[in-house]
């Protein structure tokens, strides 16, 4: 009787097992350097994840001072997504600073990096096939991170990333309707190289690949000569760099003011670009008004 007692009681902790394996834990807590990356990690990870961005809407990821809330969140997560390629030279220190015990997951992992003078070009999220890669990774890292929910990233990331082949030839077709003899355009700072390499689109920028350093006024005098030799058809204005100077080079080469790109960060919830699909396409809404005839 006593062995039949404890049989059923092994049969019904048997039972159990799978049901406690199946609870789902709290949302995982996930750490992003800044907002364009942020969104890629909520579209995977839902609300699956409790996010926290460090560099905000319409902010600078390029040049970021830490603050201790910041250590906070990191000593707090269990993965720390950056985009790496030398975007975020400020990480290290705040890492040091928080003491994290996190895996740092590069979301850039496995693109080719576009090689500069100087460096790297970190704005590979503007090639919206590399879009899909950064999806893969942070899906990847997420189902290994929290493999009870591995089926719902899976998910997620699926139907996001048929969302990205979509929105890649929707710029694509949108940006070959622009006559090319139009397609070249000036902008603050030299972010738009992947779009570029991707759409066919010229970009030339007085200012290179980081925000960290100012133009000198011969980088300024040259991008004028080059816009008027060249005739570029339009100088946009980019969310995170100061206006003064898209207005000022448009005025001095006598070329048109275009509208605001979101280059590296994203729009507050009620502008026009809140989500990386949003920008992308509000981005390709103002250089087709520009440059389309
Ligand atoms: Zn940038």
């Known amino acids: 009787m006593q062995r039949l007692a404890q049989f059923l009681l092994l049969l ?10 199946q609870a789902l834990p709290a949302p995982l807590p996930v750490v992003a350097s800044f907002s364009i990356l942020g969104d890629f990690v909520r579209e995977v990870g839902g609300d699956a994840v409790a996010l926290s961005v460090i560099v905000g809407p319409d902010s600078d990821a390029h040049v970021y001072e830490p603050t201790p809330a910041d250590a906070r969140k990191v000593s707090e997560a269990k993965l720390v997504f950056v ?14 600073a928080a003491d994290a015990k996190a895996r740092l997951v590069v979301a850039t992992a496995g693109i080719t990096p576009k090689k500069l003078e100087g460096g790297l070009d970190p704005h590979a999220w503007q090639d919206v096939a590399n879009a899909r ?3 893969e990774n942070i899906r990847d890292a997420l189902k290994a991170a929290d493999p009870a929910r591995a ?18 030839k929707e ?33 030339i920028a007085p200012q290179g690949v980081s925000t960290e350093a100012e133009p000198s006024a011969r980088d300024i005098a040259r991008i004028i000569d080059t816009a008027r030799r060249e005739k570029v ?15 000022r080079l448009a005025k001095e080469s006598g070329v048109k003011l275009g ?21 992308m396409r509000h981005n390709v809404e103002e250089l087709t008004k520009a440059l389309a005839r």
């Open 12 to 21: 019904f902790a048997l039972a159990a097992l799978p049901a406690a394996a």
């Open 83 to 96: 985009n790496g390629l030398g975007l975020e030279g400020w990480f290290d220190r705040l890492v040091a």
């Open 133 to 135: 890669r950064y999806a």
């Open 151 to 168: 089926a719902l990233y899976e998910a997620r990331a699926a139907a996001y990333i048929a969302t990205l082949d979509a929105l890649d």
């Open 171 to 203: 710029v694509a077709s949108a940006i070959a309707a622009i006559p090319s003899q139009r397609r070249r355009i000036v902008s603050t700072h030299d972010a738009f190289g992947y779009f570029s390499a991707r759409y066919g689109l010229a970009f």
């Open 233 to 247: 058809a339009a100088v946009f204005l980019e969310n995170i760099s100061d206006p003064r100077l898209a207005r």
């Open 259 to 279: 509208g605001e790109l979101y280059s590296d960060a994203l729009s507050k919830p009620d502008g026009p670009a809140p989500s990386y699909v949003a920008m």
